[in-house]
């Protein structure tokens, strides 16, 4: 019975820290959700790990990009946190960021030294997909490759093109971004662009020297075979590329 009872006991206390850090998360999480800054950074001053993640991977600054609360960027940036930390999603604070096309937060942590390149979906391919062109300019300005490529082969370009971000494409091609890159589909920019009828980006495009990277084949008939010409194309049949 008392080694039972001195088991229980040691369990216990081994328990005690766990529960005691996971109670002033809670309070931390709370302090967030309530817009409540003061309490957020007075449990920084009592201990709080800086680099504390969620269940989910979440660190406490990618915590104050989502709920946009610069005060404690700037507290946790002081403190040294981490800047390229990872969640589960394979997301950083500074991708958030430019996802969200928050400025402030792109240019602090980008000044703290936030890594820009990174593999898989950048911060810059983030800001093309949502739109957010002064946000790829400056991470381009600040070393963003800008033909970075993600899992399947999407630049940059390829992401504004099909999303119609007509001035994130004209960042991008001022900036010298290739049009003429194809992604593991054999995908262009510009295929991107007419597959989602985004007739002005197109445009730019081609005048860019982009092209389609779709393959046309031609079969011809036993006539053709022979060697008589076959009819030219006319109607919907002329422009078909895939």
């Not at 589960?88 to 703290?112: P, S, W």
């Amino acid at each position: 019975m008392r080694k039972i009872l001195v088991a229980t006991a040691f369990a216990t206390a081994l328990l005690l820290p766990t529960l005691a850090t996971a109670g002033v998360y809670e309070d931390m999480l709370s302090a967030l959700r309530a817009g409540d800054t003061p309490a957020a950074i007075a449990l920084l001053d009592r201990g709080v790990d800086v680099n504390t993640v969620d269940r989910s991977g979440n660190s406490l600054l990618m915590l104050a990009v989502r709920e946009n609360n610069a005060e404690l960027l700037e507290q946790l940036l002081l403190r040294r946190a981490r800047l390229n930390s990872r969640n589960r999603d394979g997301d950083t604070a500074l991708r958030m960021a430019a996802f969200n096309g928050q400025d402030v937060f792109v240019k602090r942590l980008v000044e703290a030294g936030a890594a820009v390149n990174m593999y898989g979906w950048t911060p810059l391919a983030y800001a093309a997909f949502n739109g957010h062109a002064t946000i790829a300019d400056y991470l381009i300005r600040h070393g963003a490759e800008i033909d970075a490529r993600s899992e399947n082969g999407s630049t940059a370009l390829m992401i504004a093109a099909r999303n119609g971000h007509k001035a994130v494409v004209e960042v991008l091609l001022q900036h010298k971004a290739d049009p003429t890159l194809s992604n593991e589909n054999g995908l262009t920019a510009l295929d991107w662009a007419q597959k989602s009828a985004n007739t002005d980006i197109a445009t730019l495009l081609r005048a860019a020297g982009g092209g389609s990277g779709q393959k046309v084949t031609i079969e011809l008939a036993p006539a053709a075979a022979a060697g008589i010409a076959p009819a030219a194309p006319s109607g919907a049949a002329a422009g078909v590329h895939e």
